[in-house]
């Protein structure tokens, strides 16, 4: 299969790192050669129809800061063109997420779908600004759409609802979603340390980022619940349906008092179908929900099976290349391969 990456930042780097990890395996486990044949970045591109030297890439772009450095490299702004223009048959879509506009993902994916070209992304920008109208775009244009990654990292929330829980009526999804915040509270109730203080630490530690603003605000969580409703719910919701409150307030006393009677305090994201939510809440220690440091877990509340819960990792290049390595198996798959 021949793929174009679209963003070679942290995951496109970490799924070429898995690529060139697991070329046998997935030769020989799968039936599947996937064989990248353009990289591009903000500065430019690089192209080889019968195969980039993912090493050799990830080397030169390591050093040079952008793919355009490799042998026959192009500098540029070359998205459109490569997506439009290069024969291939899977789009990564992994630039940065603007949840405002949802670009530049929005278009990539849109002009790759139009291209005829299957999509895997972990951009929530394009999936909340835009996830009815990308959809059926895929539909119509006979094309695979996968974005697996884009909400619990390597957590398999999307997968687990719609193959193996097919079965069942989700009545409602509830989710530590993210890692920031979730590390921030663990902290917060182990050291009964106060806010400010352990969101310096996490940023010194590199767990935050340095404008933490939509982690903390709980916006990140409501894109990610946004997305779940709309996939995994058949709802037409927008983010600004979502009701938000973040865990700037939460204050240690509460997390000890909660502590006291058997509870901790998480930031959880609800989507049942009528009402989406976010904000602090008590879980019971031992609950699944109840996970420390930066894991991320989802419980689902379902008709036959009750409830299911599942927990792991929800960033990191490595961790989120097994959802996107994960896409590309099903569309493979999909496809009759
Ligand atoms: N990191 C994670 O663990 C994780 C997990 C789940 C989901 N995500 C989501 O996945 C996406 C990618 O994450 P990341 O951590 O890899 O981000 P990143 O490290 O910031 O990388 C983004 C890449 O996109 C490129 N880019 C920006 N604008 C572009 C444009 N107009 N055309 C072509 N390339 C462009 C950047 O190029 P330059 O370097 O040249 O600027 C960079 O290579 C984000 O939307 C993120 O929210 C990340």
Redesign the pocket.
Known sequence: MRLVL?????????LSRALIQKASFLRRSHGLIPRVVAA????GAAVDEKGLNLTRLLKVAGKA???AAYKGGKRG???LRVIEGVEADVVYE????NIKTG???LT?IKRAMWARKHVI?????PLVVAFGELDSLARRCGVEFRYS??VG?AVPVVGLAKELLAGNEIREIRGVLNGTTNYILTRMSREDAPFEVVLREAQELGVAEKDPTLDIEGIDTACKITILANSLLGMNARLKDVKVAGIKRVRPEAIRLAREAGQTIKLIGIAKRGSLEVGPKLVPLGHPLAVGGTLNAVTFELDLAREISITGF????K??SS?LLGDLIDIHRTLGG
Do not use: I, Q, W
């Open positions: 679209v963003g070679f930042g942290n995951l496109g780097r970490g591009v970045d903000e500065f800061g952008t793919v702004k070359l998205a992994l630039t940065p997420t670009e530049p993902g990539h992304t972990s951009n929530k920008g990654a884009s990292g929800g960033a990191g290049p961790e989120t959802s």
